[in-house]
C-alpha cells in the first residue's frame, strides 16, 4: 500500500528531514562565552571569554591558581610569590616568568607585555595597575578586608577562567575547615587577648579592625587588642599602647623583618605585659600562611588557633 505515491517504509524518514529542514531555517542562538566580576577595588572586571594565560602579582594570587589546578594557564607571577609562597606550592612555580616585584614598586611591564597575558592578578595595587590596563590588559584587583572576601575572590578566579565548579568545590572546603577550626577554638576555653606583629620598632605596625586577620584572631578563639585602639586595618602604634593594653599572646609575623622572641622580651617597658611574663611570644606561625590572603590562610588559622590554644587539635586538618 501506499501513501500519496510513497512507500509506507519511507515516511518516517520524509517526517524527519522535513522536521530538520524546519529547524534549520531558525538560525541557534549565539552562546556568549563572556565573563563579568566586581574586583576588590570594585571596579568591573569584563572579560570576552574565560582566560588561559593569566598573570599573578601577589603570592596569594598565584596560590589560588595553583590551588585551582591552572598552572598550565599561569604565565607569569612575581619576585614576592617566589620569595614566600607557602611550600607546597613552590615547586610548581618551576618554568613560570618572574616578573618582577610588583609590593611597593613596579613590576616588569615589557614582561608582562611579552606574556600576552588575557589577566593579570593584583594584591598591591599601585600607579602600575594604569601602565598595565593601558596596554590592553584587563586587571584584576584582589585584596580581601575578610576571610568571605578571600573565598568571594577563588570563586571570581574560577569564573575568569572557566572553572566556577571546581572554584566553588575549593571554596566550600576552606569555608568547611575554617568553620571546624573556629568551632574547635571556642570549645579550648575562654578567648585569649592577642596582639599581631606585623613590624617591630621603632615603626611598629600592627593588625586592626577591617582587616582579614583581624577576623581570624576572632576566629582561632582570640581577641585583638589592638580593636581598642585603632579603627584602622593596618595602624602604626606605640610601645606604650601595647603595654597598656597587656596582650596575653603576642604573635610575631614580621621575622623577616628582624622581630624575634628574645628582642620582644628585651623592649624597655615590654616585660610587664603579661605575654612576656608568661613567655607567650610566638614566632611559629609561620607569616606566609597567615599573612597571605589565599587557601593557606587555613592552616595559618589552625597555627593560630594553636598558639592561643595549645594543643588544639582539628581533625582531617594539618597546620
Not at 170 to 182: E, G, V
Not at 191 to 196: D, G, L
Not at 282 to 287: A, G, H, I
Not at 288 to 308: D, E, H, I, K, R
Amino acid at each position: 500500500m501506499k501513501a500519496r505515491g510513497w512507500p509506507l517504509a519511507l515516511v518516517p524518514l520524509v517526517l524527519v528531514s522535513v522536521l530538520a529542514l524546519a529547524g534549520c531555517g531558525a538560525p541557534a542562538k549565539p552562546v556568549s562565552t563572556a565573563v563579568q566580576f566586581k574586583d576588590d577595588a570594585g571596579a568591573v572586571i569584563r572579560l570576552k571569554a574565560p582566560v588561559t594565560r593569566i598573570v599573578a602579582l601577589g603570592p596569594s594570587d598565584t596560590e589560588i591558581v595553583l590551588a585551582l589546578g591552572l598552572k598550565k594557564d599561569l604565565v607569569g607571577a612575581d619576585a614576592a610569590s617566589f620569595q614566600y609562597l607557602p611550600a607546597s606550592y613552590l615547586s610548581q612555580l618551576k618554568g613560570i616568568k618572574n616578573v618582577g616585584n610588583a609590593a611597593g614598586s613596579t613590576p616588569n611591564l615589557e614582561a608582562i607585555k611579552a606574556l600576552h597575558p588575557g589577566l593579570v592578578l593584583v594584591v598591591y595595587p599601585g600607579s602600575y595597575v594604569a601602565k598595565i590596563q593601558s596596554l590592553g590588559i584587563p586587571v584584576a584587583v584582589l585584596d580581601p578586608t575578610s576571610v568571605a572576601g578571600i573565598i568571594a575572590d577563588i570563586k571570581d578566579v574560577g569564573l575568569a577562567t572557566g572553572d566556577s565548579a571546581g572554584a566553588t568545590a575549593l571554596a566550600a572546603k576552606l569555608t568547611s575547615q575554617i568553620n571546624a577550626i573556629a568551632q574547635a577554638a571556642k570549645a579550648a576555653g575562654p578567648a585569649v587577648s592577642t596582639f599581631v606583629e606585623l613590624n617591630p620598632p621603632p615603626t611598629l605596625y600592627t593588625v586592626g579592625p577591617g582587616s582579614y586577620i583581624d577576623q581570624l584572631v576572632s576566629l582561632a578563639g582570640g581577641v585583638n587588642v589592638v580593636d581598642k585602639i585603632s579603627s584602622s586595618a593596618y595602624p602604626e602604634v606605640s610601645s606604650e599602647q601595647v603595654i597598656a593594653a597587656d596582650p596575653q599572646v603576642i604573635i610575631l609575623q614580621d621575622q623577616g623583618f628582624g622581630g624575634t622572641v628574645a628582642g620582644v622580651a628585651g623592649r624597655p617597658g615590654w616585660s610587664v605585659i603579661a605575654a612576656v611574663k608568661s613567655h607567650r611570644i610566638v614566632s611559629s606561625v609561620n607569616p606566609n600562611l597567615l599573612s597571605n590572603p589565599g587557601p593557606s590562610v587555613v592552616q595559618g588559622l589552625l597555627q593560630l588557633a594553636q598558639a592561643l590554644h595549645p594543643g588544639l587539635q582539628v581533625p582531617g586538618i594539618v597546620p
